[in-house]
């Protein structure tokens, strides 16, 4: 110990700008996707280690549902409650709210990314594209998520969250992963609407304002780490004098 200082106090000190850069990573993502379609931000929050007074950062994906825009696309389609659309990426299945669906090449439906948009499934391999027509002329989705070519059914919208204490994190795109595996939202405790969009569920301005705070508070932990390390050279240099 020096000149009353902890051992310790550095260690915190710099664990608090650690986190603190961390929280201002994932504000300047959200940030960022405050007009990405679907995109649900990420909440930090601040926990303790073992030693009691440690700070450590962790986060959490904040499912609250964004406002609806209608834009009238037949392809555009919005969840109204819980859930998320499910879709098939090369690392497995992925959540979803963004339903700016398009057709692919090979007649599937497929989300902004080119994923394919799953049909209802009780299990993954159940669970198979859904394929539209080529040639045709109208397609209609369903409140609950059925879709019909030209008035024949080819599919059902996979609906899908998160089980709960689920480990869920939100990877690029607007996917989320969750593990366990999802579980099918059935309707009616759910629906969709044709010809809309969910858009983001994040305020640009109180965003905005939660990096200004945190800007001050790394601003104020630095001062005091150099109030630290000043305080502990001037003890050492002291120490050294002969009296």
């Known amino acids: 110990m020096t000149a009353g200082i902890p051992p310790a106090t550095n ?16 504000i300047a993502n959200n940030l960022a996707n405050t007009s990405t379609v679907g995109f649900k931000g990420a909440m930090s929050f601040t926990s ?64 902004r990314n080119g994923f394919t ?21 109208e397609i209609v989705i369903t409140a609950s998520g059925s879709v019909h070519a030209d008035g024949i059914a080819v599919g059902e919208l996979a609906i899908h969250r998160a089980p709960e204490g689920a480990i869920t994190r939100q990877e690029a795109g607007g996917l989320a992963a969750t593990t366990p595996a999802s579980v099918a939202v059935d309707f009616p405790q759910r629906a969709v609407r044709q010809g809309a969009i969910e858009e983001s569920n994040v305020s640009a301005v109180d965003t905005l304002v939660q990096m200004i705070n945190v800007q001050r508070l790394y601003a104020s932990a630095q001062r005091a780490l150099s109030a630290v390390d000043s305080a502990r050279g001037i003890a050492i240099s002291e120490i050294g004098k002969p009296l």
Do not use: K
Not at 11 to 26: D, F, K, P, W, Y
Not at 86 to 111: I, K, M, S
Not at 117 to 137: D, F, K, M, N, Q
């Open 11 to 26: 260690e915190r000190l710099a664990a608090a700008l650690s986190v603190l850069e961390g929280r201002q990573a994932i």
């Open 48 to 111: 303790l280690m073992a030693d009691g007074a440690t700070p450590a950062l962790e986060s959490a994906i904040d499912f609250r549902p964004g406002a609806l825009a209608t834009t009238g696309n037949p392809l555009d389609v919005a969840i109204l409650g819980d859930g998320s659309f499910l879709v098939r990426t090369p690392q497995g299945e992925r959540l979803t709210r963004a339903g700016q669906f398009g057709v692919n090449g090979d007649g599937e439906l497929v989300d």
């Open 117 to 137: 948009v799953l049909g209802a499934g009780p299990t993954p391999s159940e669970r198979h594209p859904i394929r539209i027509p080529s040639g045709t002329a």
